[in-house]
């Protein structure tokens, strides 16, 4: 095989890495393509392709992160990982773990990480490196290395919750939500969320967005009463997708532009929280992006002749 033909093979794994350690598409997609660059003008021939290129982006990840660190703490509202559609590195061994590692609860949890934690619990927890591999990838011993896995491991276990909801279960408690949804069935949304439901936006001060969030189901179904109709008549469309391995969906507007994503956390039958992205910036990987604001103000109008 070429150097080429060699890096897209492994290209899905590379993206899947630096996705989890950064938690960007536009980011991991840059640090694949920056690692190309370093193979291809490489002098050397590794023993093992696909630990030289984990290796490679691993490093180039923590790089990133470090200083999207910093940026973030600048962010406006609260931050959320850039919605992904599907994977594109598949492995039936480790495919439970890799479904896991992708929702929006996992990678905020490998938010509370520092940029060294992350790579190696994604390196070993998500992805089976070998210790030696992940030592190499880091730039650390494997003692150390050993260290770093445990006490990530403990923070991520710390913010789980204690009895996730398996896949079937997830999967049709969305699909009768999103149904109640699209019809209006504002009495049956409130028996599928959780008391203390949590809706929050991710907007980056670029788009509308709801404060810290909407808590409580009573809230959260008022908020739908307001918005959904208004929606659906000024021609919006509501999509189930998965996304981020997850239950969610893509709302498009009448020329099937992107206006935001959703995800469901669900746990104890019920939806626990609603995660929403709004951000542009962050949607201009899933398609043409609607202009959230000039949707609200369509919106608002619609409103009004029923008032």
Known sequence: MTRAEEFEELRPLLFSIAYRILGSVSEAEDAVQETWLR?????????????????????????????????????????????????????????????????????????????????????REVFGFGFGEIASAVGRSEAACRQLATRARRHMDAGRPRFAADRKEREELAGRFFDAF?????????ELLAADV??????????????????????????FATLAPQFARIGGVVEPHQVNGQPGA??????????????????????????????????EHVGPVADAWA?????????????
């Open 39 to 123: 193979y291809q003008t490489s002098p050397t021939e590794p023993v093992s392709v696909k630990s030289f290129l984990a290796a490679v982006v691993t490093r180039i990840s923590i790089d990133v992160l470090r200083s999207a660190r910093v940026r973030r703490e600048e962010y406006v509202g609260p931050w959320f990982p850039e919605p992904l559609l599907a994977d594109p590195y598949q492995d039936p061994e480790r495919s439970a773990e890799l479904a896991d590692s992708l929702s929006t609860a996992a990678l905020l949890l490998l938010e509370r990480l520092s940029p060294l934690e992350r790579a190696v619990f994604v390196l």
């Open 182 to 190: 699209r019809e209006g069935d504002f009495d049956g949304l409130r």
């Open 198 to 223: 949590h809706l929050v936006a991710d907007s980056g001060g670029k788009a509308p967005q709801w404060g810290t969030g909407i808590f409580g189901a009573e809230n959260v179904v008022r908020v």
């Open 250 to 283: 893509i709302f498009r507007d009448r020329d099937g532009r992107v206006v935001n994503t959703w995800t469901l956390d669900v746990l104890d039958g019920r939806v626990q929280a609603i995660r929403t992205m709004l951000n542009p910036d962050k949607l």
């Open 295 to 307: 949707i609200l103000r369509e919106t608002t109008r619609a409103r009004r002749p029923a008032d």
